[in-house]
């Protein structure tokens, strides 16, 4: 049974020699594969969490379509799959383990506000310009005022966090007459 599979995927070569029937069955055992190492390998990647989970995303993607399309050798082609993913498991795993290795592979994040300064450096650095912090201070933290942000930071994966400034409650006090005890209202913005 499996000769007959091989005979019917085969050939494993150029894409122009290969028929409809062919690409389609090519298609479900790439697919099949693919979930296959999605499930075991490190599922983050899916979420393009950073760089270095998205690039594995487009890796795969590039080979495996050239599995399907018959553009690359099948059997080499999902192997070199399985080697990604592997790799990919690997590094992640190392970057746990050793503090040192995990910024070469997950990046770091950067300050780009605290307590409501602007840190233009690390904004050149991150090729943010103030606009670009203003929309993500108003999406992401809805405010404002830069004096409302205690922290904004450019994260891993390439969004920006932002911490608003916890301000001391107001208080005010309200007298209603003369000799009726006073009360205080605490106002929090």
Known sequence: MWEAVYDFIAPWGEAFELDVAQVAVRTVIVYAVA?????IGNK?????????DLLLGILLGSIFSRAITGQAPFIPSLASGAILVGLHWIAAA???????F??????RSRTLVRNGK?????????????????EALRAGGQITDLEDVELASLERNGTISVVA????????EV?????????????SS
């Open 175 to 187: 007298q209603v007459e003369p000799g009726v005890q006073t009360i205080r209202i605490e106002v």
């Open 94 to 100: 190392a970057a746990i383990r050793f503090e040192r």
């Open 165 to 172: 400034r916890r301000r001391a409650p107001r208080l005010l």
């Open 35 to 39: 979930i296959f190492l999605v499930r």
């Open 44 to 52: 983050r990647f899916m979420g393009h969490n950073s760089a270095f």
């Open 102 to 107: 995990a910024p070469w592979i997950k990046g």
């Open 118 to 134: 602007v840190d233009e450096k690390a904004m050149r650095k991150s090729h943010i310009g103030a606009e670009d912090l203003n």
